[in-house]
């Protein structure tokens, strides 16, 4: 039987189990995407905590306690998988400030900043309910699409907790939705939602990262990206065009 190379099984759609048989530049990569993951959950948690003590009813306090919740039980699962390899658990959890943003009107787009790994939306703060709720809206679909693509990464333990973790995260945006209706039922939430949809549309957009990004490739052959950020992308503004549309909110 003829032997093939790890990098071509990976490519074939082989699929590792374990830190003993992760090649290095391999490892790199995943640790990579696991730490973009744990970071926006733990700064996502962190900052939308804030938005508990803002919401309007105790339905939303709760919905808003259970994002807040359930985001930060989804960072320590895929950390506790970046501790098999090595990482510090409580270190890694005291190294950022999460609640930590900028200013609200600088121009971030794709790019990291300071020293963790989150997305770059979480470093814009949210201002008040009504943009809480529209950011948390666009994001959840967002995160729903992205977690589509790291389901199916080759690495079989992160994949089979991003496919646990899918559905609550599927049910934050359900309940942003929830909340979204409700608020543009009068003529003032609906103008303030649309002012609020309009500031994060592009900052969520950006975090699907850049058109033709060359490091795209080389996740595509290690089994870790399937689809394209431009496919990935045009998925997320349909269904955040169909959910506003239903809305009225376009």
Known sequence: MTEISLDDYLARGGKLTAPTNVPARYRGELLRLMSSFVDSELAGSAGFADAINRAP??????????????????????????????????????????????????????????????????????????????MNVLMGLATGVQLAELARASYTPFAEAIREIAPREARHAELGLEGLAKLVAGPAGRAEAQDAIA????????????????????????????????????????????????????
Do not use: C
């Not at 098999?84 to 900028?102: M, S």
């Not at 020293?115 to 703060?125: I, Q």
């Not at 592009?202 to 496919?231: I, K």
């Open 57 to 134: 009813g105790i339905r939303e306090r709760i919905a808003a306690s259970r994002i807040v919740l359930e985001k930060a039980d989804h960072a320590e699962r895929v950390l506790d998988l970046m501790s098999a390899f090595g990482t510090d658990k409580t270190r890694y959890e005291q190294a950022h400030d999460w609640a930590a943003r900028g200013p609200r009107e600088a121009q971030i787009g794709a790019h990291r900043q300071g020293a963790d790994m989150r997305l770059s939306v979480f470093h814009y703060p949210l201002q008040g309910w009504v943009d809480a709720v529209a």
């Open 199 to 250: 500031y994060w549309m592009p900052r969520v957009a950006a975090t699907f990262g850049q058109a033709d990004s060359p490091r795209f490739e080389t996740l595509r052959r290690m089994g870790l990206r399937h689809r394209t950020n431009e496919a990935l992308l045009a998925e997320w503004r349909a269904l955040a065009e169909a959910e506003l549309s239903r809305l009225n909110l376009n």
